[in-house]
């Protein structure tokens, strides 16, 4: 257990919904990364969160967004999801600041259909 | 742009055998660290091992060690006594620590071992 939780577990939703995807991070990290994983794929870097602030986004337009709070916990915004948004969605926390502490740790994740 | 590439898409080993994951990255930067991470189907993503580039030991952790070749770019895992346990796909990736720590993937490799 990496201490890292996500909700939901699952999620199905239509084309053109709104849905938000949550992220507990571990105790005592700072940093929250968002990665989208489509089926038999490598995760995807959506973006990060440190300090509350995006610190560095991978190539996804702007309907995905994101927020973090002041207690480092974290969510996912998608809106006019589209079929292709279908995919398993990954939070990863870490402690940024500490060299040599930056080692991600994963969440179950939670898995996303859009009919 | 980092890539990691891992060419092989799957492989099979038999239990308490060893077997060898390959992965080779391409980047221009030299203070990095590379990770390998394993994903069972239960999907929750599980850091194996960790290797920063400044350091010329190679990694290990129990049965898992990596082959670091720095200046050759390539960064395998070497599994030993292998444990049905171990089935799963694993993904080999790449990180620059500092400002923007995202995590960049390989496809991905699905080791099964035979009982």
């Known amino acids: 257990e990496t201490g890292v939780t996500q909700s939901p577990t699952h999620l199905i939703k239509t084309r053109g919904q709104q849905v938000t995807l949550r992220c507990s991070s571990q105790s005592g990290h700072n940093t929250v990364s968002w990665y989208q994983q489509a089926l038999g794929q490598g995760p995807q870097f959506i973006f990060q969160?440190?300090?509350?602030?995006?610190?560095g986004r991978g190539n996804f337009p702007p309907r995905f967004s994101g927020l973090q709070f002041p207690n480092y916990s974290s969510e996912l915004n998608v809106n006019a999801l589209e079929l292709d948004d279908s995919a398993l969605y990954l939070c990863a926390s870490s402690l940024k600041g500490l060299a040599g502490q930056e080692t991600q740790y994963f969440g179950p994740g939670t898995r996303l259909l859009v009919l | 742009a980092q890539t990691v590439t891992q060419s092989q898409p799957e492989m099979s080993v038999q239990e308490a055998e060893t077997v060898t994951l390959s992965c080779t990255y391409d980047t221009s930067e030299n203070n990095y660290y590379l990770f390998w991470y394993k994903q069972p189907p239960s999907r929750q993503m599980i850091l194996v091992i960790r290797q920063e580039a400044y350091k010329q030991q190679n990694a290990t952790e129990n049965r898992f060690s990596v082959n670091f070749q720095k200046a050759a770019k390539s960064f395998s895992l070497k599994i030993s006594d292998s444990q049905l346990g171990d089935t799963a796909m694993y993904f080999c990736?790449?990180?620059?620590?500092?400002?923007?720590?995202?995590?960049?993937f390989g496809k991905g490799i699905t080791l099964s071992v035979r009982p």
């Open positions: 990736a790449f990180m620059t620590p500092g400002a923007n720590s995202k995590l960049t």
């Open positions: 969160y440190y300090r509350e602030e995006e610190n």
